[in-house]
């Protein structure tokens, strides 16, 4: 059974940096593409960052560009997401996702298999 944990979330000033980090069990983690996503209140799930199994290709959702950087650690199991210059839009509660079956990295929800249970990012203005 593949289990994702997300940790790292906070309060933060805008301006702000926190890194989250996406621990994973269960699976071989080192061959599948992960992702982050987040979800505002009364909004839907958005896609933030991905990366590929080897770490070689990510992409970002255009919010993302610029200040968020996605990183994994195979050896450790474990996907990260540094977030700089944080702004009170970003807040929202953070997931982390795994692709299965495909290599590639994917933006839709729907292309991910297993889901972490959410870290809270709160940016205060």
């Known amino acids: ?3 994702l944990v997300e940790s790292g979330g906070g309060l933060v000033q805008a301006g702000g940096s926190l890194r989250l980090a996406c621990e994973t069990s269960g699976g071989d983690f080192r061959l599948y593409p992960m992702g982050w996503f987040r979800q505002a209140p009364g909004q839907e ?3 933030v960052a991905a990366i590929s199994w080897s770490g070689g290709s990510t ?3 255009d919010s993302a560009k610029g200040r968020f950087t996605i990183s994994r ?3 450790k199991n474990t996907m990260y997401l540094q977030m700089n210059s944080l702004k009170p839009e970003d807040t929202a509660v953070y ?3 795994q692709r299965s079956g495909r290599p590639g990295i994917s933006r839709f929800t729907s292309d991910y298999a297993y889901w972490g249970q959410g870290t809270q990012v709160t940016v205060s203005s």
Do not use: L
Request: hydrophobic share 35%; aromatic share 20%.
């Open 73 to 75: 650690d195979n050896a």
């Open 1 to 3: 059974q593949v289990q």
């Open 45 to 47: 799930r958005e896609f």
């Open 95 to 97: 997931y982390c996702a």
């Open 59 to 61: 992409g970002y959702a």
